[in-house]
């Protein structure tokens, strides 16, 4: 009877690894969660693996014969069946488990200090410098859009700094309250969320929001400014309005 | 209370290690690795089918030391990732070529690949990109050829597991790294081609797959829970700073067309310090190792290890200590 059931487990056990990451894979891809996870480019590669080991699974079932399957010897037994549930469990548990957004703590682990200026920031997109460059020709107190990244990649040019301080602008991000002082965050993620990292511009003037570090999405209008403090300038937003939003649809800036 | 000490006493910060974000981080490497793993397992179950065996033997130089050098022209011409490079290196190996060979070309594929090359210039646009690529191409294939010619004179017992050598068959179902998996044909269902080909990819994407499992478990753990701020003081020193580049490489495991973009922006680091991280991570790190224990016994991986970080701290220490 344990013999038979043995038998049964090590032939079925890879075509319901292979469905389960397979399922787990196109869930992740048609519910969005994967924009949490992996950036625009690795996206499709999901979707296809996922559809091919579906295929792979039923090619199992169909082409082998559960009957010819020789019975596991018994002390291996367990071994084998335990590498079964290493390969089924970890990742049904951390597709449901895995959180929206990366929390406050891994915020601090990743963090760097004065560095911001040496990453490559992910840039305007075409659509959005357009509306950038009408926003700056039209009304001064309308604000512009932009993100955490754009006010970046502005400090690091003494002309568009000048275009550009003291204008109202409007822009998303997670806020962050760590060590007494507050940041707006936008996380940059090269290749999957494991690699993600923290861009962030200082926030003056009240952010009481009453929401939780790091996870909290937020829009925040106010007037950009630049100061300098030792030959290192640091991006600011001096904010008249602060209130929580829905996350964005890319939670993730990609290079 | 382990991660605890990873808390920087001076960071701003009061960090600690989030599991939600370790089973996002953790989620995240085996969503991306997979693909390439499933990739490398079918073009693995190709060779196996269309290959005849001995066949890229018969192509190679004679000499082991020549095919070592070949191999890492190979890794130069054919980039392939860490993940998708084990399925189709085991298969090799099977197929006749020279573990030394085939485990030269695994590890140069990944380090000499021009598009990790490609991202370290324009990671470090800003900071004198053309030193970077040229120190990292030069000092990755020294550690190459020192490892190669180690590997060419080990024999291929003293490299590859058991099962590595001969594959997975009813014959040697103890042998097997997959050993719940000896697929036979249904009766009257003959259809050689396809069965051999399924049978190949199940058994490679299952049997590396446990591996990157565990190995991104592991580099979720780190690079979620380790502040990286902690290195931050020792990064500009002379000696120490390639040590800081190297353990840093080992927490973190990135791939090597991401981890320029990363070091890039790492202040704190010294140009040798930022080195050492860029040429060591490719060869071998906390997920690497896991992966690579999917093909080779530990004692070996133990000794790659030791080598590969070896190897660059010297060069990497040298560079530092250059007048």
Known sequence: MIDRLARQVSFFAPAAVMSAWGTVMLHTVTSGHINRLLSPMFRSY????????LILSVLHLFLYDPAADPIPSSPGRWRHFVRWLVLLLPVVAASVLSPSALSGSTLANRALDSTTGAIPMPSMS????????????????QPVPVEVTDLITLSRSAEQMKAFAGRKVRTVGLIDNHGGSSKLVRWIMWCCAADAQPASVALDGDTSTGTKDGTQWVEVTGTAQFPSTLGHVVPQIEVDTIKPTQEPDEPYLSP | MFFAAFDLPTASASAGLSWPDVALSFFAIVLEGTPFLLLGAIVSGLVDVFLPAGLIKDWLPRS????????????????????GALPIVQRLIRKGVPPAVA???????PALNPLAMFSTFLAFRNQDPWLMVVLRFSFSLVVLIVLGLWLARLRPDQMLRAETLVGSTRKNLELSQNPGLVQIPRPGWSLGGLQQFTGAVVRDFTGVLLFLVIGAAVAALFSTGFNRNLLAPIGQNVILGPLAGILLAQLLCLCSTTDAFIIAAFAPFSVSAKIAFLVAGPLIDLKLYWLYRSAFPARFVHGLWIRALAATFLLTLLYSLKP
Not at chain 1, 46 to 53: F, N, P, Q, R, S
Not at chain 1, 130 to 140: E, F, G, H, R, T
Not at chain 2, 68 to 83: K, Q, S
């Open chain 1, 46 to 53: 999901v979707l296809v693996a996922a559809m091919l080991l």
């Open chain 1, 126 to 141: 075409a659509a959005s410098n357009q509306d950038v460059q009408a926003a700056l020709s039209a009304d001064p107190k």
């Open chain 2, 64 to 83: 082991k030391t020549q095919g070592v050098f070949a191999a890492l022209g190979a890794g130069v011409i054919f980039p392939l990732c860490e993940c």
């Open chain 2, 103 to 109: 485990a030269t070309y695994m590890l140069a594929a």
